[in-house]
């Protein structure tokens, strides 16, 4: 197995965690806040998928899914095209609603595209450094490392959430 192939078979847990987490909700359901402030199972499966998309997108050179695709109309969400979830006020937090179907979808396209620009990589492009504005500098296999750790966080809470207001009661 590849270093790339490694990395595919990673990010292929991320869609099936959170498909798993929104399957069979209701976007009012995938609305609902476990406690106040908190984040939804809407907002957590959109924030994986954005990030991914926008910092997939950065390393590959290429514009994200989210508006070559069309996702963003498609959403209609009262954010700028460029939102990621980064930041957001709580309310904010409560604006990100959809379906299950419009979710999974985005996020489908999103690991589509990440697992092509894998596929690109031969294992020493994972030494080049992307960015120096650390120290140390980062490399582009640290970056995907990074990328993957937040989206399997989050996919990971979105199952917690779920558990919390569907079978805690």
Same mark, same amino acid.
């Given at each position: 197995?590849? %270093? ?20 069979? =909700? ?7 806040? %476990? ?8 907002? =957590? ?31 209609? =969400? %009262? ?57 140390? %500098? ?32």
């Amino acid at each position: 197995m590849t %270093p790339a192939e490694l990395l595919a078979e990673a990010f292929a847990r991320v869609p099936e965690t959170v498909e798993r987490a929104v399957d069979g =909700l209701s976007t009012e359901q995938l609305a609902t806040r %476990p406690a106040a402030g908190a984040n939804t199972l809407a907002w =957590l499966a959109w924030h994986t998928a954005r990030g991914q998309d926008a910092q997939v997108a950065d390393l590959a050179g290429t514009e994200q899914v989210w508006t070559a695709d069309g996702w963003v109309e498609r959403f209609g =969400l %009262p954010f700028p095209a460029d939102a990621l979830g980064y930041g957001m006020s709580s309310e904010d937090v409560g604006r990100v609603r959809a379906s299950a179907e419009l979710l999974t979808g985005y996020l489908r396209a999103v690991h589509e595209r990440t697992v092509a620009y894998l596929g690109t990589l031969a294992p020493e492009d994972l030494d080049e450094v992307v960015d120096e504005a650390w120290d140390p %500098p980062v490399t582009r296999g640290a970056r995907l490392v990074s990328i993957l750790d937040d989206c399997t966080q989050h996919a990971g809470q979105a199952g917690y959430v779920r558990g919390l207001l569907f079978f805690s009661r």
